[in-house]
């Protein structure tokens, strides 16, 4: 079975948005992305159940799980019907993120991949961005890929947006890592 649904996890500011927009240019068939940023910026005010700490730590709700949980359902439904799906995501659960994640798509060909970016190099795409609570992109650097399992890992703090996609595209053409 072929790749249909690419799944990318990594810390704020780690390169997932990037390597998606890459991508897309480069793998032979057309692919949609849906990106947890999007979900955040289509909820009422300042996001339902989602809070964001000063110190760039973030708190989510039963009001925010279940709207993200819906969220996830529709993304699958839409795999399921025949598109090709790029997600790009913050597992901050680790391991029970990839689970949920899991069960939802259960039955499509998914190809895990880990985005990676030290937590430094992350914190200074933070600062430049501007449009991120200081603090987030060190805080999840590491802690997103808590038990988490890949089938590629890719690291954004030594390799450019566009080759991680190269790399990205040979798992997904090839259908094995």
């Not at 940023?37 to 996001?47: F, H, N, R, T, Y």
């Not at 597992?91 to 998914?110: I, S």
Request: aromatic share 6%; proline share 3%; net charge negative.
């Amino acid at each position: 079975m072929a790749t249909q649904v690419i799944v990318l996890n990594g810390g704020s500011s780690s390169g997932k948005s990037g390597i998606a927009r890459c991508l897309q240019a480069v793998l032979p068939d057309p692919w949609l992305t849906f990106g947890v940023d999007s979900l955040i910026e289509a909820m009422p005010g300042q996001g339902v159940g989602i809070e964001f700490a000063a110190d760039g730590g973030v708190e989510v709700g039963p009001e925010f799980m279940a709207m993200e949980a819906a969220w996830a359902r529709g993304i699958a439904a839409m795999a399921h019907s025949g598109a090709r799906l790029i997600i790009d995501d913050v597992f901050l659960g680790g391991a029970a993120t990839q689970e949920r994640w899991r069960r939802v798509l259960d039955g499509l060909d998914v190809l895990w991949v880990g985005v990676r970016c030290e937590a430094t190099v992350a914190a200074g795409r933070e600062i430049a961005r501007g449009d991120r609570v200081r603090g987030m992109a060190e805080q999840q650097a590491e802690l997103v890929h808590q038990g988490v399992v890949y089938d590629v890992e890719v690291d954004t703090g030594h390799t450019e947006s566009l080759e991680c996609a190269r790399t990205i595209a040979k798992a997904v053409v090839s259908g094995s890592p």
